[in-house]
């Protein structure tokens, strides 16, 4: 038997690291050629990798969260035959730890972009020093709440090590919930079981909790994190806020639904705002725009390219409509509907996560009277749609009931000017109270 390094695979774009955000292993387990090892984090596109032989797994190099070099050790394998190229002194190998997969936590579902190249055999492993994962935080005299039994018959997950401590305290661990991947039990679960004793068969009533859960940020939460903090960093914001009138809307909206087709699918609001925008970005093109703040450029773009803020299981994405203003009513719905689909299933592609040049953001019922949206970096603005409700307006004579909906659009005051924005706002609020005019070209 020999052993075999797996590297980290050049991912492509120039690319000199990547954040890892999933093991599909770990130590132990026997694979086979082609067989998922991990899943690693580019921006916003997930690259899987590959087994390239069969084997069993000796030692894993990172964890979840880690920021991985490209052509760092990532994992070990015993392979069959003689010692090769890519083989290691088992003396250089991190020592295993069995159950060490037991704390990585599970990643959400994102897009997944293959691997540029294989891996290459001339370049050295090099060791890493990784954070510890995730882990609670219990005080040991607190009382927790009452954990769910599993069915009858169920077998819990859990580690021979596990598995032996808990039959020489003589506990059953279906009593047990763990808090590992897919419900496995770790080490953390079985102590804290046994410390609080028969308190975990209690009702906890109105009883004190004391515990911690510290959280690990990694994968498409760090980015967007990351994403926020440098837009709020770098961009100074201005926000307007404009009621609009979208009883009209409504209307229309209602008679376009009346007999839909896969052609002509029904309308949301979502479709009309993006042909207002496109329609006001012809007339103010600074708008359509991404700043290189550290170049001093503002690039104007022809094309439209809105971004869809996107709320996923993963988190929020942005996949983009390319070309808004080629595009009809229905057109954009199409096109809305397709690849909101495809970022919420993860199976959107980086050119469909990327080339945005001005964003809507918008929580429908859920949304508030009015928001403060934050900038989409590089580019210069972002409209948000506010919920609609019913309110009494008065028309000149008498109050009558329409139905109101509040944008909220914010702006990079370096580059756009508050009369600037204030005109694009009205306009945006004068096509969608006028509909008919979206439907006319030019």
């Excluded at 890892?20 to 899943?39: F, M, N, P, Q, T």
């Excluded at 959280?215 to 960093?233: N, Q, T």
């Amino acid at each position: 038997m020999a052993e075999r390094i797996i590297k980290l695979p050049d991912v492509g774009e120039g690319i000199a690291e990547a954040e890892l955000v999933e093991w599909h292993v770990k130590v132990g387990d026997i694979i086979r050629e082609d067989d998922l090892l991990a899943a690693v984090m580019t921006d916003k596109a997930t690259v899987e990798i590959p087994a390239p032989v069969d084997g069993k797994v000796t030692w894993i190099g990172a964890e979840i969260g880690d920021t991985v070099a490209i052509g760092s050790a990532l994992v070990k394998l015993k392979v069959a035959g003689e010692a090769g190229a890519e083989d290691a002194p088992a003396e250089d190998a991190a020592p295993a730890d069995a159950e060490a997969s037991e704390h990585a936590p599970a990643s959400a579902p994102v897009p997944v972009v293959p691997p540029a190249k294989p891996p290459t055999a001339d370049e050295p492993p090099r060791a890493m020093t990784v954070p510890r994962p995730t882990k609670t935080l219990s005080g040991a005299s607190a009382p927790a709440p009452a954990l769910p039994r599993r069915a009858p018959g169920e077998r819990p997950l859990a580690s021979p090590a596990v598995r032996l401590k808990a039959r020489e305290a003589g506990l059953d661990l279906r009593q047990l919930a763990g808090t590992g991947p897919a419900g496995r039990i770790l080490h953390e679960d079985l102590d804290a079981f046994l410390l609080r004793g028969p308190e975990a068969e209690r009702k906890p009533g109105l009883a004190e909790k004391t515990g911690i859960s510290e959280i690990k940020v990694v994968g498409l939460r760090r980015k967007i994190a990351e994403k926020m903090a440098l837009s709020k960093a770098r961009i100074p914001h201005i926000t307007i806020v404009e009621e609009v009138d979208v009883s009209a809307l409504e209307d229309l909206r209602a008679v376009l639904n009346k007999k839909p087709t896969p052609e002509r699918p029904k309308l949301t609001l979502l479709p009309f705002l993006m042909r207002a925008m496109a329609k006001a970005l012809a007339e103010q093109p600074n708008l359509n725009a991404l700043y290189d703040d550290e170049a001093g450029i503002v690039r104007q773009h022809a094309g439209i390219h809105l971004g869809i803020a996107t709320q996923t299981p993963g988190g929020l994405m942005v996949p983009v409509v390319k070309h808004a203003e080629a595009r009809d009513i229905f057109g954009c719905a199409l096109e809305l509907n397709r690849i909101a689909e495809r970022a919420r299933q993860g199976t959107a592609t980086r050119d469909e996560l990327t080339g945005s040049t001005i964003t809507i953001t918008s929580l429908g019922a859920m949304g508030g009277i009015a928001t403060t949206p934050v900038i989409n970096h590089p580019e210069v603005a972002i409209v948000g749609v506010n919920k609609m409700m019913v309110r009494p307006v008065w028309d000149g004579t008498t109050f009558v009931p329409r139905k109101m909906m509040n944008l909220s659009s914010s702006f990079d005051h370096r580059v756009v000017d508050g009369w600037d924005a204030a005109v694009f706002v009205q306009r945006l609020k004068e096509l969608l109270e006028n509909p008919a005019t979206l439907f006319i070209d030019g």
